[in-house]
């Protein structure tokens, strides 16, 4: 099996999984989700769910960003740990989306990139999830799974990215990240993945040389 087939089976075994692939972050707009995913950093999708209602209700607006403070900001998404930075970078983001982008999120990886604290996993996130242009998200669930799979030989961010864009098709690249990271935290969890139960085990390197083994 090739790794282009390898990854054309393991998008269509996901698919059948989890055929609702959305994003776990609660938001209602592009600066919503990109204030939410520079939150997400370090920090579970859960808990940033509980701190950013609270957060918007008290800036509903880009201009309510600006017109505040970090300290506010930082005082609102203190339990979301590394707030400080996070505040931060979240201000500077803001005052340059207003004053260079004239309050618009932008559309693509390299401009998002520009924005202070914005790498490419939460640009690819916006560019995927808000403009439905072709995303590969490379988080931890993402580089894991794919390495076990087989789809990449690399841990580096952006090397995992280079690769699946070359094996996904690109209408399909931004879903089937969402669909790893469910994945991740219900079967191939990071310390005891349950091969035994993957919808990807008859192909997926890693579950199948441990299946091997546990059958011997």
């Known amino acids: 099996m090739t790794k282009k087939q390898r990854a054309l089976a393991a998008v269509e075994a996901l698919k059948k999984e989890y055929p609702d692939a959305t994003c776990s972050l609660t938001y209602t707009n592009p600066l919503e989700l990109l204030i939410a995913t520079r939150l997400s950093a370090q920090c579970t999708d859960a808990r940033v769910n509980l701190v950013t209602p609270a957060l918007f209700a008290r800036f509903p607006t880009l201009d309510d960003y600006v017109n505040g403070s970090e300290e506010e900001i930082a005082e609102l998404i203190r339990s979301c740990g590394l707030y ?26 390299e401009t ?4 202070p604290g914005v790498g490419r996993k ?9 403009y439905h242009k072709p995303a ?14 087989g789809l990449t030989d690399s841990t580096v961010p952006l090397k995992v990215e280079k690769d699946l864009r070359a094996l996904l098709p690109p209408e399909e690249s931004n879903d089937f990240c969402h669909r790893l990271v469910l994945h991740g935290r219900a079967v191939c969890v990071a310390r005891n993945p349950k091969c035994d139960i993957c ?3 008859s192909f997926c390197k890693f579950g199948m040389e441990a299946l091997k083994k546990q059958n011997q």
Request: with cysteine; charged share 25%.
């Open 122 to 130: 939460t640009a690819n996130l916006i560019v995927g999830d808000i």
């Open 112 to 115: 998002l990139t520009k924005l």
């Open 199 to 201: 919808c990807m085990n």
């Open 84 to 109: 400080k930075t996070k505040a931060r970078d979240i201000f500077a983001m803001c005052k340059v989306l207003k004053d260079e982008y004239a309050g618009i999120v932008p559309d693509t990886v």
């Open 136 to 149: 590969v998200v490379t988080d931890t669930h993402c580089i894991r799974i794919t390495g076990k799979i």
